[in-house]
């Protein structure tokens, strides 16, 4: 199975201010891995597919990086919506596997 | 507009059977392929099973293999989950999403396995 490593596990910040959370892939997935963001007692949605393509609708300040191993979810100028937890899940081999979780918590 | 409905949700004890339903809308349920994910309470999320668009191919966490059946009647639009030998550990928030490298989620059903 692919293990995905996500980190860090939470973290504090303020409305304004650049965040990065990270997903390391057990081997290399290419750039088959997306994001998403999950409100409190609400469904998963996803941000970016294709480990950089932003989904529609999604604000420009959400992007993604990476190919292979490696990625990166890039949240600039954070909004007070954007506090939430942030999963990336790897499609390049079954079973799917999840990133633990990101929890943008507010400073 | 894509929706996903999820219904069937519910306490049963443990031992117990449920069997969960999705309703899909506003896509060609036929065209696409289908998985169900969960999260147990203050937990991750976890992908279950996966089915193909005409199901011919269905894949299987290792943690429900032999317990829990994925299918679907693209007739009706809706994907199922039959849940059998329940564990007070499958207690957990099922959503069923759409597509290989999942898109859209439904807004998901509660499992509660408890005596």
């Known amino acids: 199975d692919i293990q995905m490593t996500q980190s860090p596990s939470s973290l504090s910040a303020s409305v304004g201010d650049r965040v990065t959370i990270t997903c390391r892939a057990s081997q290399g997935i290419r750039n088959d891995l997306g994001w998403h963001q999950q409100k409190p007692g609400k469904a998963p949605k996803r941000l970016i597919y294709?480990?950089?393509s932003l989904q529609s609708g999604v604000p420009s300040r959400f992007s993604g990086s990476g190919s292979g191993t490696e990625f990166t979810l890039t949240i600039t100028s954070l909004q007070p919506e954007d506090f939430a937890t942030y999963y990336c899940l790897q499609h390049n081999n079954y079973p799917r596997t999840f990133g633990q979780g990101t929890k943008v918590e507010i400073k | 507009e894509v929706q996903l409905v999820e219904s069937g949700g519910g306490l049963v004890q443990p031992g117990g059977s449920l069997r969960l339903s999705c309703a899909a809308s506003g896509f060609t349920f036929s065209n696409y392929d289908m998985n169900w994910v969960r999260q147990a309470p203050g937990k991750g999320l976890e992908w279950i099973s996966y089915?193909?668009?005409?199901?011919?191919?269905?894949y299987y966490a290792d943690s429900v293999k032999g317990r829990f059946t994925i299918s679907r009647d693209n007739a009706k639009n809706s994907l199922y989950l039959q849940m059998n030998s329940l564990r007070t550990e499958d207690t957990a928030v099922y959503y069923c999403?759409?597509?290989?490298?999942?898109?859209?989620w439904g807004q998901g059903t509660l499992v509660t396995v408890s005596s």
């Open positions: 294709a480990a950089s």
């Open positions: 999403a759409r597509n290989k490298w999942i898109d859209y």
């Open positions: 089915i193909s668009s005409n199901t011919d191919v269905i």
